[in-house]
């Protein structure tokens, strides 16, 4: 939806105003005010600024301890250069006692947002309403109203009021900004640079590379983020760090960040907050580098401390700065120096905001300020990207930093790398309100071969002091388990199952783990989950990094799982890359699916099972592609031949076959105690033990199930798990084959 | 002497990398990974062959790749390697690239 529409309003609707762009100042002028499909004119609401903002309130209940709505309203435009993005959003905090050494402590409960408001503008007051979706935890459906009045002397107070099946509750909330959020910047420098300038002041017109129609003004950092919607302010005490040690040249990331402990004064401060460190220094380790947002993990080039996005740094002595000088610039070189300082200082703590670069987010074309210059300019021609760069961040990022999970843009927050998630499904990657019941934890070996089916381990775990019943069916078919997989590229996608499965829930409860040790085993649930083909084809059929998460909702309790973290190897040969071509098709995605089939439909999908079984000998690909076949081979299937009415046997299940099929991915099972190949290792013998029995071979059948025990036991698996296989193995016989 | 400068930027996961200029191996970088923070995995400075002709070919052996291209002989040369949608892409400017 773009910033103009408005579900829910209608041209023949006396409070619909067909342009949210600040409409109060301009009605009178409107060729055909007054007019039908518009309110007559007060002349105490004419003149007035726009009602988008931050408002701030309690529900007026008499005492200081209660919820307090934290609410941003834009709706219409608050200020120049700046769009609208037509949203509601909001933080929710607490009032707790802290003690009498402490007293009052405001405690941030939750974020929420409401995705499409429908606006209505009336007289003196304008009407927003929508639903509201929450970024944490299961709420009951709940909606939400929003009135603001105005008049030309005041806006507001904001009437909120969020609806549930359950009640209503009304916050009344005193308008504070006319930004979103606020962010306080201190920033220190190198004794060993220039004194002046020490943060950006750019004129939009200075350089002649821009954009036709540039709206002239003077961009400082704190303009910049204005625009953006974020209130930012730059601490006037600044610390001076003396670089001159004989020797240091060049700042690492750990260096910075040790710096960063120094001489920011809010370090010592609970954290997360709104406050952001920024420190001009000489010259990174790479001298091609001319800012850094230091605070990230080591992995991704940072210094690996948590809490993370506290901190960056800008580097004066990059040959981008060579022509800086502070004032009006005397040539185009000075201008393009002083538009890069702004860009990098601004750049650097969108970082802290949680700022992917833009091509991260699959957005290499964006006009933003997370873009780089000559990436643009790669794709899209020589200068193109000051050229048409309108000094601004896109609007994804705008929705982040306005409006997203607090967790996620708040300093010392959601750790780096996190700020993609507005664009994914609505429920991807939320965080569970940790006093959940039951706890969801994803399992699994954390790397699979490139081509290797990739089956995740789902537990449920009773996290509470008295039993809890759930859904024993952890798969995406039953509806009660939602699967997110990130990709390497960053899109998200929700694993969507072939195959629906409707029915009653299997009711099973998870005892309290007492104290002493009793019950465990008892108080947790597991399942194997295939997540290698789904409605949307193979999910990991490129090498490189996931993320997968998990959300589980049943019975009444909704919890979401860790973030598992899963490596996809690369092709170790050209032949297998080859191969690959063939493998990622839909005829062996849905073989692998439905477990292996006898239909001459999939039989392409069989060949090329039992192609890499051969080509992959002794690899997890072909222990997979192995077991696959093995469950088809070895039972019968029926299907409908030649036309004909009635079922025809065209498979005869041939146990010893399937049984010889997997004895490799058996010995490697035994020979590989790894917790992560407990389940697929557990599941693979009993399926063994079903096919031996069919053959007659139940003493073997049972040996191999107490070998599993024996393993297992050893593998720190709990006692009520090897009694089952005991007595799964006791219960054996050989007409138990069909039964199971 | 000249440099060339040779970035190697996006799509690197522990790779490693081997660098010829005119089929003589110059450098080899293993375990490279992109840091997304700054938008490269690593830096390789080498000096111009004082000749006419040079060719630069870029080897990513794990992964059987490679590509290569003709380098200008006068003033410093940058190239971009990236990998992209399964293929090795090297591209060469006169400016060097920044990162922020």
């Known amino acids: 939806m773009n910033e103009h529409e408005h579900p829910g309003a209608t041209a023949g609707d006396p409070a619909f105003t067909p342009n949210p762009d600040n409409p109060i100042p301009n009605w009178p002028d409107r060729p055909n005010w007054p007019?039908?499909?518009?309110?007559?004119?007060?002349?105490?609401?004419?003149?007035?600024?726009?009602?988008?903002?931050r408002y701030e309130g309690g529900t007026g209940v008499p005492t200081i301890l209660g919820p307090v709505l934290d609410l941003r309203v834009d709706v219409d435009r608050r200020y120049a250069n700046s769009p609208v993005l037509n949203k509601l959003s909001g933080d929710i905090y607490r009032w707790r006692f802290g003690g009498k050494f402490i007293g009052p402590i405001r405690t941030f409960i939750e974020s929420w947002i409401v995705d499409a408001p429908t606006v209505r503008w009336q007289r003196c007051k304008v009407e927003i309403s929508g639903r509201v979706r929450y970024w944490r935890g299961t709420h009951v459906t709940t909606d939400l109203t929003v009135t603001i009045p105005f008049s030309s002397f005041s806006t507001g107070p904001a009437t909120a009021t969020f609806t549930t099946p359950a009640g209503s509750t009304t916050y009344v909330c005193a308008y504070r900004s006319n930004c979103f959020r606020h962010m306080k910047l201190e920033t220190d420098f190198c004794a060993s640079l220039p004194a002046t300038p020490q943060v950006p002041s750019y004129d939009t017109t200075w350089h002649n590379n821009r954009p036709p129609g540039t709206a002239q003004r003077t961009l400082t950092i704190e303009e910049t983020y204005r625009e953006a919607g974020i209130d930012v302010t730059i601490d006037p005490v600044h610390t001076t760090i003396d670089d001159s040690?004989?020797?240091?040249?060049?700042?690492?990331?750990?260096?910075?960040?040790?710096?960063?402990?120094?001489?920011?004064?809010?370090?010592?401060?609970?954290?997360p907050r709104w406050n952001m460190w920024g420190m001009m220094a000489g010259q990174f380790d790479n001298p091609g580098v001319g800012g850094i947002m230091f605070d990230a993990a080591a992995a991704f080039g940072g210094a690996g401390e948590a809490p993370e996005r506290q901190g960056f740094a800008v580097f004066r002595?990059?040959?981008?700065?060579?022509?800086?000088?502070?004032?009006?610039?005397?040539?185009?070189?000075?201008a393009e120096a002083m538009r890069k300082f702004l860009y990098t200082w601004v750049h650097e703590a969108g970082h802290a905001f949680n700022f992917l670069h833009s091509w991260n987010k699959s957005r290499p074309n964006a006009l933003s300020w997370m873009n780089y210059d000559w990436r643009y300019d790669d794709l899209n021609g020589p200068d193109s990207f000051w050229g048409n760069f309108n000094f601004r961040f896109d609007d994804e990022e705008l929705l982040h930093m306005r409006h997203g999970d607090r967790v996620s843009v708040i300093m010392g927050g959601d750790p780096w790398s996190s700020g993609g998630h507005?664009?994914?499904?609505?429920?991807?990657?939320?965080?569970?309100?940790?006093?959940?019941?039951?706890?969801?934890?994803?399992?699994?070996?954390?790397?699979?071969?490139?081509?290797?089916?990739?089956?995740?381990?789902?537990?449920?775990?009773?996290?509470s002091d008295v039993p809890v019943e759930i859904d024993a069916r952890l798969a995406p078919?039953?509806?009660?388990?939602?699967?997110?997989?990130?990709?390497?590229?960053?899109?998200?996608?929700?694993?969507?199952?072939?195959?629906?499965?409707?029915?009653?829930?299997?009711?099973?409860?998870?005892?309290?783990?007492r104290q002493d040790g009793a019950n465990e085993g008892k108080d947790?649930?597991?399942?194997?989950?295939?997540?290698?083909?789904?409605?949307?084809?193979?999910?990991?059929?490129?090498?490189?990094?996931?993320?997968?998460?998990?959300?589980?909702?049943?019975?009444?309790?909704?919890?979401?799982s860790n973030t598992l973290k899963l490596r996809v190897g690369r092709p170790m040969s050209r032949e297998e890359d080859r191969f690959a071509a063939d493998y990622f098709s839909n005829q062996v995605g849905m073989t692998l699916y439905l477990g292996g089939s006898q239909s001459p439909f999939l039989s392409k999908g069989m060949d090329q099972l039992h192609e890499a079984v051969e080509r992959?000998?002794?690899?997890?690909?072909?222990?997979?592609?192995?077991?696959?076949?093995?469950?088809?081979?070895?039972?019968?299937?029926?299907?409908?031949?030649?036309?004909?009415?009635?079922?025809?046997?065209?498979?005869?299940?041939?146990?010893?076959?399937?049984?010889?099929?997997?004895?490799?991915?058996?010995?490697?099972?035994?020979?590989?105690?790894?917790?992560?190949f407990n389940l697929p290792y557990h599941r693979l013998v009993r399926e063994r033990a079903l096919l031996l029995t069919q053959e007659g071979a139940v003493d073997l059948a049972r040996k191999e199930l107490l070998a599993l025990r024996k393993n297992l036991e050893g593998r720190d698996v709990h006692p009520p798990v090897l009694a089952d296989i005991k007595a799964f193995a006791e219960r054996l016989e050989p007409a138990a084959a069909k039964a199971a | 002497m000249a440099v060339l400068s040779i970035h190697l930027q996006e799509g690197f996961n522990d790779d490693t990398a081997v660098i010829r200029l005119d089929g003589v191996e110059r450098a080899r970088r293993a375990h490279l990974t992109t840091k997304p923070l700054l938008g490269y995995a690593e830096i390789?400075?080498?000096?111009?062959?004082?000749?006419?002709?040079?060719?630069?070919?870029?080897?990513?052996?794990?992964?059987?790749?490679?590509a290569s291209m003709a380098i200008p002989a006068s003033g410093d040369s940058f190239v971009a390697a990236n990998i992209a949608n399964g293929q090795l892409q090297l591209a060469v400017r006169s400016q060097p690239f920044g990162y922020a």
């Open chain 2, 44 to 66: 390789v400075e080498l000096q111009k062959p004082a000749q006419a002709d040079i060719r630069l070919e870029l080897v990513l052996p794990d992964r059987d790749l490679s």
């Open chain 1, 35 to 53: 007019g039908p499909d518009l309110p007559p004119i007060d002349w105490r609401c004419i003149f007035h600024g726009p009602v988008s903002g």
């Open chain 1, 317 to 334: 002595n990059h040959s981008w700065f060579n022509d800086l000088q502070a004032g009006v610039p005397a040539n185009q070189a000075q």
């Open chain 1, 245 to 271: 040690a004989p020797g240091f040249a060049s700042w690492s990331p750990a260096e910075l960040h040790d710096s960063m402990e120094v001489a920011f004064s809010q370090m010592s401060a609970s954290w």
């Open chain 1, 477 to 513: 078919e039953f509806g009660n388990v939602a699967i997110f997989i990130r990709r390497p590229d960053g899109r998200i996608l929700m694993h969507g199952p072939i195959l629906c499965q409707i029915g009653d829930a299997v009711r099973h409860t998870l005892q309290p783990l």
């Open chain 1, 616 to 676: 992959f000998r002794d690899t997890p690909v072909a222990f997979a592609a192995a077991r696959t076949l093995a469950k088809s081979i070895g039972r019968d299937f029926y299907r409908r031949a030649d036309n004909k009415p009635a079922l025809v046997r065209t498979h005869q299940a041939d146990p010893g076959a399937a049984v010889a099929l997997t004895a490799p991915a058996l010995a490697f099972y035994e020979q590989t105690p790894l917790k992560a």
């Open chain 1, 422 to 463: 507005l664009e994914s499904p609505a429920e991807a990657f939320v965080q569970s309100d940790a006093a959940a019941p039951v706890e969801l934890l994803l399992r699994s070996t954390g790397y699979v071969d490139f081509m290797e089916p990739v089956n995740i381990e789902l537990r449920l775990r009773n996290a």
């Open chain 1, 524 to 560: 947790r649930y597991s399942e194997l989950v295939h997540l290698t083909y789904g409605g949307g084809g193979f999910s990991f059929d490129e090498p490189g990094d996931y993320q997968i998460r998990a959300v589980y909702d049943a019975l009444g309790i909704a919890v979401s």
